[in-house]
């Protein structure tokens, strides 16, 4: 489910980096306005994070029957990343689609194809809901797996400041426990640790603006709402 939600939204996103090369609107290409290039560099750092804890859980999974580490993160880490990563790419998928403009709603472009599919791997094999709460179960009957996560992010600390400071109020969230109420918010702050540790450790180009955007103090809700200092043209050479 992650990685199918991950590659959904490079298939949009791949769709818009085409459109917006060849449509033109005030005398300039899309590409080249300005607040385009914002939205579509968000969509880079969104569809870059999703891809990379995606392949760090398979590669868990992969090494779990040798090493007690892969298999405590990947117990948890499955549950955490196949919340948020199917959860966001409904977003992505709207986002693409705005990008297009009318097109986008239409048929014959194939966005409303994605459209349609993106909810489906956060409904499937377990809901958000059911996935949250595995991450509160797997936290309480074994107890490996907060090991295991708090090493894995621990790991990153010391590269970017927006991390440390997101990685202090997270460990610290993390030993005092969670109830059922708050799972998602908890949750979802676990799984921004993990993109952004695992973005940092692989020395990803993008890593340390997506820090400033997902977890810095400047961040937004909206895509294309980046904080100042973002090097947009670098996470635009990533799908050039």
Same mark, same amino acid.
Not at 46 to 67: C, F, I, K, N
Not at 87 to 99: D, H, M, T
């Given at each position: 489910? #992650?990685?199918?939600?991950?590659?959904? #939204?490079? #298939?949009?996103?791949?769709?818009?980096?085409?459109?917006?090369?060849?449509?033109?609107?005030?005398?300039?290409?899309?590409?080249?306005?300005?607040?385009?290039?914002?939205?579509?560099?968000?969509?880079?750092?969104?569809?870059? !994070?999703?891809?990379?804890?995606?392949?760090?859980?398979?590669?868990?999974?992969?090494?779990?029957?040798?090493?007690?580490?892969?298999?405590?993160?990947? $117990?948890?880490?499955?549950?955490?990343?196949?919340?948020?990563?199917?959860?966001?790419?409904?977003?992505?998928?709207?986002?693409?689609?705005?990008? %297009?403009?009318?097109?986008?709603?239409?048929?014959?472009?194939? #966005?409303? $194809?994605?459209?349609?599919?993106?909810? %489906?791997?956060?409904?499937?094999?377990?809901?958000?809901?059911?996935?949250?709460?595995?991450?509160?179960?797997?936290?309480?009957?074994?107890?490996?797996?907060?090991?295991?996560?708090?090493?894995?992010?621990?790991?990153?600390?010391?590269?970017?400041?927006?991390?440390?400071?997101?990685?202090?109020?997270?460990? !610290?969230?993390?030993?005092?426990?969670?109830?059922?109420?708050?799972?998602?918010?908890?949750?979802?702050?676990?799984?921004?640790?993990?993109?952004?540790?695992?973005?940092?450790?692989?020395?990803?180009?993008?890593?340390?603006?997506?820090?400033?955007?997902?977890?810095?103090? !400047?961040?937004?809700?909206?895509?294309?709402?980046?904080?100042?200092?973002?090097?947009?043209?670098?996470?635009?050479?990533?799908?050039?």
């Amino acid at each position: 489910c #992650m990685l199918g939600s991950a590659g959904l #939204m490079r #298939m949009a996103l791949r769709r818009v980096i085409h459109h917006v090369h060849q449509r033109c609107a005030f005398g300039k290409r899309l590409i080249e306005q300005p607040l385009m290039r914002s939205v579509l560099a968000d969509l880079v750092l969104e569809a870059e !994070a999703a891809t990379a804890l995606s392949l760090r859980v398979a590669g868990a999974v992969d090494r779990a029957p040798q090493d007690a580490h892969e298999a405590a993160l990947a $117990r948890i880490a499955t549950a955490i990343g196949k919340y948020w990563i199917c959860k966001r790419a409904s977003g992505v998928a709207a986002e693409a689609q705005e990008c %297009l403009g009318g097109i986008g709603y239409i048929e014959d472009s194939g #966005m409303p $194809r994605l459209f349609r599919q993106s909810p %489906l791997n956060a409904i499937w094999e377990g809901c958000s809901n059911i996935q949250c709460l595995d991450v509160l179960r797997a936290l309480t009957r074994e107890p490996e797996t907060g090991t295991a996560l708090r090493d894995e992010c621990r790991k990153a600390a010391g590269i970017d400041a927006n991390f440390d400071a997101a990685l202090q109020l997270g460990m !610290a969230q993390l030993e005092a426990g969670c109830n059922e109420a708050g799972a998602r918010a908890f949750v979802e702050r676990l799984a921004l640790l993990l993109q952004g540790a695992t973005l940092l450790r692989a020395g990803n180009p993008l890593a340390r603006a997506w820090c400033a955007a997902r977890l810095g103090p !400047a961040r937004a809700l909206a895509y294309g709402a980046l904080p100042d200092g973002i090097d947009v043209d670098a996470a635009l050479a990533r799908v050039a």
